[in-house]
C-alpha cells in the first residue's frame, strides 16, 4: 500500500512538472522527505519540487495546533 502511494505521488509530479502548478504544503523541511521514501527518488523529487519554485517560509504558532491545545478543536458537522 505505501508503495502504491509513493508511485502515485512520483506519477503525479511527473505529469505536472512544467505544465501545471503544483502547491504543496508540509511542515517536514525537503532535507526529510527521505524519511517518506527512498532517498534516490526523495532527491529527485525534492529536485523537482524546488526547480523553477516560489518557496513560502513561515514563522509563528500553528493555528491548528494552538486551537488543539487550548481544547478549541474542530467541532463537527452536525446532519
Same mark, same amino acid.
Given at each position: %500500500?505505501?508503495?502504491?502511494?509513493r508511485?502515485?505521488?512520483? /506519477?503525479?509530479? *511527473?505529469? $505536472?512538472?512544467?505544465? /501545471? &502548478?503544483? $502547491?504543496?504544503? &508540509?511542515?517536514? +523541511?525537503? $532535507?526529510?522527505?527521505?524519511? !517518506? %521514501?527512498?532517498?534516490?527518488? $526523495?532527491?529527485?523529487?525534492?529536485? /523537482? !519540487? !524546488? +526547480?523553477?519554485? +516560489?518557496v513560502?517560509l513561515?514563522?509563528? *504558532? &500553528? ?13 463537527? !458537522?452536525? +446532519?
Amino acid at each position: %500500500m505505501r508503495r502504491c502511494r509513493r508511485a502515485g505521488r512520483s /506519477r503525479l509530479l *511527473d505529469a $505536472a512538472y512544467e505544465k /501545471r &502548478s503544483i $502547491a504543496l504544503s &508540509s511542515n517536514l +523541511h525537503p $532535507a526529510g522527505i527521505d524519511e !517518506l %521514501m527512498p532517498k534516490t527518488i $526523495a532527491n529527485a523529487t525534492v529536485d /523537482r !519540487l !524546488l +526547480h523553477h519554485a +516560489h518557496v513560502v517560509l513561515t514563522a509563528g *504558532d &500553528s493555528i491548528r495546533l494552538t486551537q488543539a491545545t487550548a481544547g478549541k478543536a474542530v467541532t463537527p !458537522l452536525d +446532519h
